[in-house]
């Protein structure tokens, strides 16, 4: 059997648009869009699983999930005492962890979580859901930082390669595994432009 995952990152918010680690914040317009132009392109029967945070307890409800089942292991990397500050703001004060933050994948922020342990989370989870075969197609709404560790898991890259793939808000990525081994169908993927537009204004295009 193969399993099929659709992970899909939230849309934008307000930290999104900042540059910021964020707190618990909501999505704003151009998110709730996003997602509105995303879910004519997801399957209509689907296990979906979200992240304990309010912005994907919205994407789930644009997506038409409000039902999606909260899943701990798809929470965003814990960003501690950062949480609410820009990456700008942080660089100014202190530099090195800055730097630090965005090459070691061992270092965390104060009271926060390493790029190396969020991995280990993610590839943990992967593992389970892979042995279990759903019979239904996964849909996990979660965030950038989960995805880009369940693409380097899948593809049995470092940690720190999670770094250099891009996860664009309201994207989508898609892994299938058989026999327990993961491999990337698609990532990063954006419904074309004016399906957008369309959310955006509100008319029945977006879907």
Do not use: K
């Amino acid at each position: 059997m193969t399993v099929r995952l659709l992970l899909v990152r939230h849309g934008t918010t307000s930290a999104v648009r900042a540059a910021a680690f964020p707190t618990d914040e909501g999505l704003d317009e151009r998110g709730r869009a996003e997602l509105l132009a995303l879910a004519a392109h997801l399957p209509a029967r689907a296990d979906a699983r979200r992240s304990p945070a309010r912005r994907c307890a919205e994407a789930a409800a644009v997506l038409g999930h409000d039902a999606a089942r909260v899943d701990d292991a798809l929470r965003e990397v814990g960003f501690g005492a950062w949480a609410g500050r820009s990456l700008a703001d942080v660089h100014g004060e202190d530099p090195q962890a800055a730097v630090a933050w965005m090459t070691d994948p061992t270092f965390a922020p104060p009271g926060g979580e390493s790029l190396e342990a969020l991995c280990a989370r993610v590839g943990t989870w992967l593992g389970a859901l892979a042995a279990a075969e759903p019979t239904d197609p996964v849909l996990a709404i979660t965030h950038g930082g989960v995805v880009r560790a369940a693409i380097a898991a899948a593809l049995g890259a470092p940690a720190d390669a999670a770094w250099r793939i891009d996860v664009t808000p309201g994207s989508l990525t898609e892994l299938h595994a058989h026999d327990g081994r993961w491999r990337l169908t698609r990532a990063n993927w954006t419904p074309p432009r004016e399906h957008l537009r369309a959310a955006r204004a509100g008319t029945p295009d977006a879907r």
